[in-house]
């Protein structure tokens, strides 16, 4: 593995680059399309005739991947200033490109941090929007959309939008968790959140099965901020790891320095059969092994509390050429953990081997006219693709829509344009706003074609 | 620090700025849109940095070179250091097609910035000795079928901050000389990607580095010296055959 001395924000990695077409794909590296991605420092000029908007291309799936007749898309990568920030109240006004990566190095050791954050820092506001993404933080803070309050929009007719929950709130809600395909996304605002120091307080503790795992993790919510769960379900029982966190007081921080530290990178493709039932196996077993039965405390560097993953650069490539995808569903608070545990089974039944299993229980619903989150368990679960990977993604489907849940835009890649509509009768409310702000559909992606029908 | 800086708005400009920020510099911002300058001002100082003045200044248009840096002095009241990153491109093909693009090209990567570069350094000989950084191009080390148009400019102006570094070291002005190789930007969007390219954000802190010390001669990253010196080495005939 090679070290990377300097920290700067990666990009992900496309199969092949030539001066006139490129292969994109989504960080699980399928599926892969020809497109043509524009890139440049103004993102007002650059969006002018493209069908679509992406950003560092970290969304899993075929979402920020152009439709096949969607010619050129645009990049934000460039346009990535802080267009205003006042120290007093924490509202932080940039452009879409701004990456998560560069506003934590900017911000955090003067007591700023995102409201809400993904698992990766290699995300831009723009994705942050536009696929309204939640954190270990959902259960008290919502998605990254409710701190948003000011959105500049080009939408589908050319035109430029600013949007918020007070002007023009049918583009913004439709566009918060939107996946971008109600305007290209050029600025956002958003309220900081302040922290008093940078380091972070957290416990975690192993729990001996699902029920039980999936219940402390609920209490947890009521006194800490940030919660989320790992589940081994290649074990019978289901058991995991619940960590529990909150921002570090003066006091208990380490009197060092802070620091960001740096990253180490996967150089090469993985063989496909590196990830088999055994390894993963294996894998889980000294995971839990390694934290042991008593409960841990103590200081935590923000970026393995958050960003995990982020110490490995190119990750996606542990699963081989073929690539993965990312099965994240939520199974509805009404349908009880009972529910939830029934799922937790079918996937070990279902054999897809899933390493383990981020879980989390999500608070209320917010705005985003299709925005993920609601009140359940959410599963996150990591699948190599393989040529049962759709029937399996379409059997957990099943189950899912039959509960009442749904699944997430930003890692989907597989499911079905039925399943979609069965899960989300919210779709009608967004197909007019679009038609509204974008008749002929100009806005468009290799997702929308799949689930929203889209012309290609 | 107090810089003045034309340039920073986009591309390896922007990486430096923000280096020089973080670290709390004062710079006063010159360029052709002030709207943008300001768009950029307000992302060095979230960063840390000050900027109390942003100055219009076309590098295409010679009279405004002399009152931008007058304004810019006198923001800043004594000046460490000025840098130049502004700069435009053309592919071989578009600049043998078209006078004007070529014209715009010779004229804003060499007699224009070597204007700006003259009369930064009377005022900074004046004021006792400063530093000037001037990003130049491995492009202009030697010729090549692919860019020897733009290439020519950029070996113009690398030879002109050689001999002006030469003349005026003694007299407190540090000449430091940047010779990028292929970074990703903007403004190389769409060429095919040779080995070594990188981000600007890669090379930013050796270009502060370079600044810091009044390094003479910097290649950004550090093997564009032995590359380039390979391919200096290369006989005529070779040159010939290549197509890069």
Known sequence: ?456 | MNVVFLGATKGIGRAVARKLAERGDRIALIGRDVEDLKRSAADLEALGGSVPATIPCDLLDRATIEPALASAWEALGKVDAVVVTAGLFGTQDALEADADMRDRVLTADFTNTVHVCEASAVRLIEAGGGTLCVLSSVSGDRPRKTAYLYGAAKAGLSFYLEGLDLKYRDAGLKTVLIKPGFIKTGMTEGLPVPPFATVPEAIAPAIVRAIDRGTGVAYVPGIWRFVMLAICSLPKFVMRKLNF
């Open chain 1, 1 to 456: 593995m090679r070290s990377v001395a300097t920290p700067v924000l990666p990009v992900t990695r496309n199969a092949t680059a030539t001066s006139a077409a490129t292969r994109l794909s989504g960080w699980g590296r399928s599926p892969v399309v020809e497109g043509l991605e524009r890139i440049g420092e103004d993102l007002e000029r650059l969006t002018r005739d493209v069908s679509l908007t992406r950003g560092l291309g970290r969304s899993y799936g075929d979402s920020s991947l152009p439709a096949k007749g969607g010619g050129t898309i645009a990049s934000t990568r460039l346009a990535d200033r802080i267009l205003a920030f006042d120290p007093e109240t924490g509202v932080l006004r940039a452009e879409a490109g701004l990456s998560l990566f560069a506003l934590n190095r900017a911000l955090l050791d003067r007591g700023w941090f995102t409201p809400v954050s993904p698992g990766t820092q290699f995300v831009t506001l723009g994705g942050m929007v536009a696929s309204d993404v939640h954190g270990k933080n959902h259960h008290e803070a919502g998605t990254f959309g409710r701190h948003v309050s000011r959105l500049l929009l080009r939408a589908g007719s050319g035109d430029i939008v600013e949007t918020g929950p007070d002007v023009e709130r049918e583009l913004f809600d439709a566009t918060v968790g939107g996946m971008g395909l109600t305007g290209h996304i050029l600025e956002v605002e958003v309220r900081l959140k302040r922290v008093n120091s940078p380091w972070i307080w957290s416990e975690s503790e192993t729990a001996p099965d699902f029920e039980t795992l999936a219940e402390r993790l609920v209490d947890a919510g009521r006194s800490w901020p940030y919660t989320v769960a790992w589940a081994d379900l290649l074990h019978p029982s289901g058991r995991g790891i619940l960590v529990k966190g909150r921002w570090a007081e003066p006091g208990e921080a380490p009197t060092t320095k802070f620091t960001w530290p740096g990253a180490v990178a996967i150089p090469f493709d993985m063989p496909g059969w590196a990830i088999n039932p055994l390894s993963m196996r294996m894998f889980n077993a000294l995971y839990l092994a390694k934290h042991g039965r008593r409960t841990r405390t103590g200081i935590a560097h923000p970026q393995s509390f958050f960003y995990p993953l982020d110490a490995i650069l190119d990750w996606n490539r542990a699963y081989g050429s073929r690539g993965f995808t990312q099965y994240q569903c939520v199974i509805p608070k009404e349908s009880g953990v009972a529910a939830a545990a029934k799922f937790a089974r079918l996937v070990r039944e279902t054999g897809g081997l899933p390493c383990l299993v981020v879980v989390k229980d999500f608070g209320p619903e917010g705005p985003g006219v299709l925005s993920f989150p609601k009140p359940g368990i959410t599963f996150a679960i990591d699948l190599p693709v393989t040529d049962v990977t759709p029937g399996l993604v379409a059997r957990l489907n099943d189950v899912v829509a039959a509960e009442g849940g749904r699944v997430y835009l930003t890692k989907d890649a597989f499911t079905s344009r039925e399943h979609f509509r069965a899960m989300e009768p919210r779709l009608a409310a967004f197909d007019d706003v679009r038609r509204r702000w974008d008749p002929d559909r100009k806005i468009r992606s290799a997702q929308s074609v799949r689930l929203l029908g889209d012309n290609e």
